[in-house]
Protein backbone atom coordinates (compact mmCIF):
# COMPACT_ATOMS: atom_id res chain seq x y z
CA UNK A 1 0.00 0.00 0.00
CA UNK A 2 1.22 3.24 -0.94
CA UNK A 3 2.55 5.09 2.04
CA UNK A 4 2.93 2.51 4.36
CA UNK A 5 6.44 1.73 6.03
CA UNK A 6 8.22 -1.35 5.49
CA UNK A 7 10.10 -2.25 8.27
CA UNK A 8 13.59 -2.19 5.77
CA UNK A 9 12.21 1.45 4.97
CA UNK A 10 12.37 2.49 8.68
CA UNK A 11 15.58 0.39 9.03
CA UNK A 12 16.98 2.80 6.26
CA UNK A 13 15.17 5.99 7.76
CA UNK A 14 16.18 5.76 11.29
CA UNK A 15 19.81 6.49 10.87
CA UNK A 16 19.28 9.66 8.63
CA UNK A 17 16.56 10.93 11.23
CA UNK A 18 19.36 10.03 13.97
CA UNK A 19 21.77 12.11 12.40
CA UNK A 20 19.67 14.75 11.60
CA UNK A 21 18.28 15.16 14.89
CA UNK A 22 21.97 15.16 15.89
CA UNK A 23 23.15 17.81 13.75
CA UNK A 24 19.90 19.88 15.01
CA UNK A 25 20.88 19.50 18.91
CA UNK A 26 24.91 20.37 17.87
CA UNK A 27 23.60 23.79 16.28
CA UNK A 28 21.46 24.83 19.23
CA UNK A 29 24.32 24.12 21.68
CA UNK A 30 26.51 26.20 18.74
CA UNK A 31 23.74 28.61 19.43
CA UNK A 32 23.82 28.79 23.24
CA UNK A 33 27.49 28.25 23.43
CA UNK A 34 28.16 32.26 24.51
CA UNK A 35 25.96 31.92 26.91
CA UNK A 36 27.27 28.37 28.28
CA UNK A 37 31.04 29.90 28.24
CA UNK A 38 30.12 33.36 29.47
CA UNK A 39 27.68 31.51 32.82
CA UNK A 40 30.20 28.76 33.27
CA UNK A 41 33.54 31.33 33.23
CA UNK A 42 32.16 34.37 35.26
CA UNK A 43 29.42 32.74 37.23
CA UNK A 44 29.99 29.04 38.72
CA UNK A 45 33.96 28.93 38.20
CA UNK A 46 34.34 32.53 40.47
CA UNK A 47 31.84 31.00 42.77
CA UNK A 48 33.38 27.56 43.40
CA UNK A 49 36.83 29.74 43.73
CA UNK A 50 34.88 31.76 46.42
CA UNK A 51 33.99 29.04 47.91
CA UNK A 52 37.51 27.48 48.26
CA UNK A 53 39.14 30.86 49.06
CA UNK A 54 37.06 30.98 52.15
CA UNK A 55 39.08 28.42 53.62
CA UNK A 56 42.20 29.67 52.63
CA UNK A 57 44.45 32.55 53.78
CA UNK A 58 44.95 34.42 50.22
CA UNK A 59 46.10 37.43 49.36
CA UNK A 60 46.94 37.41 45.51
CA UNK A 61 50.62 37.56 45.75
CA UNK A 62 51.17 34.29 47.11
CA UNK A 63 49.43 30.55 47.20
CA UNK A 64 46.36 30.62 48.88
CA UNK A 65 47.03 28.20 51.87
CA UNK A 66 44.79 25.89 53.71
CA UNK A 67 43.01 27.35 57.36
CA UNK A 68 40.10 25.12 57.98
CA UNK A 69 37.05 27.31 59.35
CA UNK A 70 39.49 30.00 60.82
CA UNK A 71 38.49 32.84 58.46
CA UNK A 72 34.92 32.09 59.75
CA UNK A 73 35.79 31.72 63.28
CA UNK A 74 37.32 35.17 63.24
CA UNK A 75 34.35 36.59 61.99
CA UNK A 76 32.48 36.04 65.05
CA UNK A 77 35.63 38.30 66.84
CA UNK A 78 35.18 41.08 64.22
CA UNK A 79 33.72 44.04 65.59
CA UNK A 80 33.38 45.57 62.20
CA UNK A 81 31.57 42.33 61.20
CA UNK A 82 28.94 43.00 63.29
CA UNK A 83 28.84 46.71 62.69
CA UNK A 84 28.63 46.19 58.97
CA UNK A 85 25.51 43.78 59.88
CA UNK A 86 23.91 46.09 61.88
CA UNK A 87 24.03 48.79 59.62
CA UNK A 88 23.09 46.90 56.91
CA UNK A 89 20.09 45.13 58.32
CA UNK A 90 18.74 48.86 59.36
CA UNK A 91 19.72 49.86 55.69
CA UNK A 92 17.44 46.99 54.29
CA UNK A 93 14.76 47.09 56.60
CA UNK A 94 14.04 50.23 56.29
CA UNK A 95 14.45 51.52 52.66
CA UNK A 96 12.92 48.25 51.01
CA UNK A 97 9.73 48.92 52.96
CA UNK A 98 9.69 52.85 52.16
CA UNK A 99 10.83 51.57 48.36
CA UNK A 100 7.49 49.25 48.21
CA UNK A 101 4.99 51.66 49.72
CA UNK A 102 6.37 54.64 47.23
CA UNK A 103 6.63 52.85 44.20
CA UNK A 104 3.05 50.97 44.99
CA UNK A 105 1.74 54.64 45.37
CA UNK A 106 2.92 56.48 42.43
CA UNK A 107 1.71 52.98 40.51
CA UNK A 108 -1.84 53.37 42.24
CA UNK A 109 -1.93 56.82 40.58
CA UNK A 110 -0.66 56.20 37.12
CA UNK A 111 -3.01 53.15 36.92
CA UNK A 112 -5.27 55.18 34.26
CA UNK A 113 -5.88 56.04 31.08
CA UNK A 114 -4.44 59.61 29.57
CA UNK A 115 -1.69 60.26 27.10
CA UNK A 116 0.47 61.86 29.49
CA UNK A 117 0.71 58.81 32.07
CA UNK A 118 3.37 57.27 29.76
CA UNK A 119 5.35 60.40 29.97
CA UNK A 120 5.34 60.66 33.28
CA UNK A 121 6.07 56.71 33.52
CA UNK A 122 9.42 57.85 31.95
CA UNK A 123 10.12 60.54 34.12
CA UNK A 124 9.43 58.47 37.18
CA UNK A 125 11.48 55.69 35.76
CA UNK A 126 15.13 57.61 34.84
CA UNK A 127 16.56 57.31 38.60
CA UNK A 128 16.25 54.05 38.48
CA UNK A 129 18.03 54.04 35.40
CA UNK A 130 20.68 56.47 36.31
CA UNK A 131 20.50 55.90 40.26
CA UNK A 132 23.11 53.44 40.80
CA UNK A 133 25.64 55.36 38.89
CA UNK A 134 28.89 56.79 40.45
CA UNK A 135 28.06 60.73 38.93
CA UNK A 136 24.62 60.33 40.74
CA UNK A 137 26.40 59.05 43.90
CA UNK A 138 28.60 62.09 43.75
CA UNK A 139 25.60 64.30 43.01
CA UNK A 140 23.35 63.12 46.31
CA UNK A 141 26.98 63.96 48.28
CA UNK A 142 27.03 67.31 47.10
CA UNK A 143 23.76 67.65 47.88
CA UNK A 144 23.72 66.79 51.48
CA UNK A 145 27.30 68.28 52.54
CA UNK A 146 27.21 71.55 54.97
CA UNK A 147 27.07 74.16 51.74
CA UNK A 148 24.72 71.92 49.96
CA UNK A 149 21.38 72.58 48.33
CA UNK A 150 19.59 70.68 50.68
CA UNK A 151 20.58 73.00 53.33
CA UNK A 152 20.02 75.84 50.99
CA UNK A 153 16.85 74.55 50.58
CA UNK A 154 15.99 74.78 54.23
CA UNK A 155 17.32 78.07 54.57
CA UNK A 156 14.98 79.41 52.01
CA UNK A 157 12.04 78.88 54.19
CA UNK A 158 13.47 79.63 56.98
CA UNK A 159 15.26 77.01 58.69
CA UNK A 160 19.14 78.03 59.85
CA UNK A 161 20.97 74.75 58.94
CA UNK A 162 24.32 74.32 58.26
CA UNK A 163 24.74 70.81 59.41
CA UNK A 164 26.70 68.26 56.78
CA UNK A 165 24.13 65.58 56.72
CA UNK A 166 26.26 63.14 55.38
CA UNK A 167 29.07 64.02 58.03
CA UNK A 168 27.05 63.27 61.37
CA UNK A 169 26.73 59.48 62.38
CA UNK A 170 22.85 60.07 63.25
CA UNK A 171 21.98 61.12 59.84
CA UNK A 172 24.76 59.54 57.22
CA UNK A 173 22.65 56.38 56.95
CA UNK A 174 19.84 58.35 56.41
CA UNK A 175 21.13 59.88 52.98
CA UNK A 176 21.52 56.78 51.68
CA UNK A 177 17.74 55.68 51.91
CA UNK A 178 16.29 58.70 50.97
CA UNK A 179 18.75 57.34 47.30
CA UNK A 180 17.37 54.29 47.77
CA UNK A 181 13.55 55.32 47.70
CA UNK A 182 14.44 58.22 45.20
CA UNK A 183 14.98 54.89 43.22
CA UNK A 184 11.54 53.37 42.88
CA UNK A 185 10.75 53.47 39.71
CA UNK A 186 11.31 49.89 38.82
CA UNK A 187 9.66 48.40 41.07
CA UNK A 188 6.72 51.26 40.25
CA UNK A 189 6.27 49.92 36.60
CA UNK A 190 6.24 46.29 37.93
CA UNK A 191 3.62 47.14 39.95
CA UNK A 192 1.64 49.02 37.71
CA UNK A 193 1.84 46.41 34.90
CA UNK A 194 0.63 44.13 37.86
CA UNK A 195 -2.38 46.90 38.48
CA UNK A 196 -3.37 46.49 34.66
CA UNK A 197 -3.96 42.53 34.78
CA UNK A 198 -7.05 43.11 37.37
CA UNK A 199 -10.04 42.60 35.87
CA UNK A 200 -12.32 45.44 35.73
CA UNK A 201 -15.47 43.33 36.74
CA UNK A 202 -14.08 42.62 39.86
CA UNK A 203 -14.66 46.71 40.83
CA UNK A 204 -17.92 46.96 38.96
CA UNK A 205 -19.10 43.64 41.26
CA UNK A 206 -17.93 45.63 44.33
CA UNK A 207 -19.79 48.82 43.61
CA UNK A 208 -22.73 46.95 42.62
CA UNK A 209 -22.23 45.53 46.25
CA UNK A 210 -21.79 49.18 47.44
CA UNK A 211 -17.80 48.63 48.46
CA UNK A 212 -16.38 52.54 48.43
CA UNK A 213 -12.59 53.19 47.31
CA UNK A 214 -11.08 51.86 50.34
CA UNK A 215 -12.82 48.33 50.94
CA UNK A 216 -12.23 47.72 46.96
CA UNK A 217 -8.24 48.62 47.94
CA UNK A 218 -7.85 45.98 50.96
CA UNK A 219 -10.37 43.54 49.12
CA UNK A 220 -9.56 43.37 45.93
CA UNK A 221 -6.28 45.64 44.48
CA UNK A 222 -4.30 44.44 47.83
CA UNK A 223 -5.04 40.52 47.43
CA UNK A 224 -4.76 40.73 43.72
CA UNK A 225 -1.49 42.44 43.84
CA UNK A 226 0.50 39.87 46.64
CA UNK A 227 2.37 37.94 43.90
CA UNK A 228 3.55 41.38 42.67
CA UNK A 229 4.81 42.49 45.67
CA UNK A 230 5.95 39.12 46.87
CA UNK A 231 8.33 39.33 43.70
CA UNK A 232 9.16 43.00 44.47
CA UNK A 233 10.35 42.25 47.69
CA UNK A 234 12.31 39.46 47.16
CA UNK A 235 14.11 41.67 44.58
CA UNK A 236 14.49 44.84 46.60
CA UNK A 237 15.68 42.81 49.83
CA UNK A 238 18.55 41.13 47.62
CA UNK A 239 19.18 44.40 46.10
CA UNK A 240 19.08 46.35 50.05
CA UNK A 241 21.75 43.46 51.43
CA UNK A 242 24.35 43.97 48.80
CA UNK A 243 24.04 47.49 48.34
CA UNK A 244 27.32 49.08 47.67
CA UNK A 245 27.84 52.10 45.03
CA UNK A 246 26.35 54.27 46.69
CA UNK A 247 27.69 53.72 50.13
CA UNK A 248 31.32 53.73 48.66
CA UNK A 249 30.45 57.16 47.28
CA UNK A 250 28.59 59.00 49.79
CA UNK A 251 31.27 57.97 52.34
CA UNK A 252 34.51 58.32 50.19
CA UNK A 253 34.84 54.45 50.82
CA UNK A 254 35.45 54.89 54.51
CA UNK A 255 32.13 54.13 56.07
CA UNK A 256 32.17 56.97 57.46
CA UNK A 257 31.26 58.79 59.87
CA UNK A 258 32.31 56.58 62.84
CA UNK A 259 31.28 53.61 60.53
CA UNK A 260 27.87 54.57 60.03
CA UNK A 261 27.44 53.74 56.44
CA UNK A 262 29.46 50.83 56.72
CA UNK A 263 27.27 48.38 54.61
CA UNK A 264 28.85 45.10 54.28
CA UNK A 265 29.23 45.18 50.71
CA UNK A 266 31.68 47.58 51.25
CA UNK A 267 33.31 46.29 54.09
CA UNK A 268 34.09 42.87 51.99
CA UNK A 269 35.11 45.39 49.83
CA UNK A 270 37.68 46.74 52.26
CA UNK A 271 39.17 43.46 53.02
CA UNK A 272 39.67 42.37 49.69
CA UNK A 273 40.87 45.11 47.77
CA UNK A 274 42.25 47.42 50.88
CA UNK A 275 43.56 45.11 52.71
CA UNK A 276 43.91 41.93 50.31
CA UNK A 277 42.76 39.24 52.53
CA UNK A 278 40.51 37.86 49.92
CA UNK A 279 40.46 34.59 51.73
CA UNK A 280 38.49 36.65 54.48
CA UNK A 281 36.70 38.54 52.60
CA UNK A 282 35.02 35.34 50.28
CA UNK A 283 34.32 34.03 53.81
CA UNK A 284 32.52 37.66 54.40
CA UNK A 285 30.86 36.90 50.79
CA UNK A 286 29.45 33.28 51.70
CA UNK A 287 27.78 34.55 54.89
CA UNK A 288 26.01 37.14 53.22
CA UNK A 289 24.80 34.77 50.59
CA UNK A 290 23.08 32.62 53.74
CA UNK A 291 22.19 36.02 54.86
CA UNK A 292 20.29 36.31 51.81
CA UNK A 293 19.53 32.50 51.45
CA UNK A 294 17.70 32.86 55.19
CA UNK A 295 15.49 35.69 54.41
CA UNK A 296 14.65 34.45 51.03
CA UNK A 297 13.25 31.23 52.37
CA UNK A 298 11.91 32.79 55.46
CA UNK A 299 9.93 34.80 52.66
CA UNK A 300 8.85 31.96 50.79
CA UNK A 301 7.74 29.74 54.22
CA UNK A 302 5.41 32.60 54.87
CA UNK A 303 3.74 33.43 50.91
CA UNK A 304 1.01 30.60 51.33
CA UNK A 305 0.00 32.67 54.14
CA UNK A 306 -0.45 36.06 52.42
CA UNK A 307 0.10 35.85 48.97
CA UNK A 308 -3.15 35.29 46.73
CA UNK A 309 -3.00 32.93 43.58
CA UNK A 310 -6.12 32.55 41.36
CA UNK A 311 -4.83 29.25 40.30
CA UNK A 312 -4.99 27.62 43.97
CA UNK A 313 -8.13 26.63 45.82
Not at 18 to 26: A, G, I, N, P
Not at 202 to 219: L, M, Q, R, T
Request: glycine letters at 6%; hydrophobic letters at 50%.
Amino acid sequence: MKGKKTPENSYVLRPALQKKRRLTDLAGYAFISPWLIGFFAFSIIPILSSLYYSFTKYDILAKPVFIGVKNFVDLAHDDLFWKSLQVTFFYAFVSVPARLIFAFFVACLFNRSSKVIRLYQAIYYIPSIVGGSIAIAVMWRRLFVSDGAINAILQSIGINSTISWIGRPDTAIWTLIILAVWQFGSSMLIFLAGLKQIPLSYYEAASIDGAGPVAKFFHITIPQMTPIIFFNLIMQLINGFTVFTQAFVVSGGTGDPMNSTLVYALYLYQNAFKYFDMGYSSALAWILVIIIAVFTGLIFKTSDSWVFYESKD
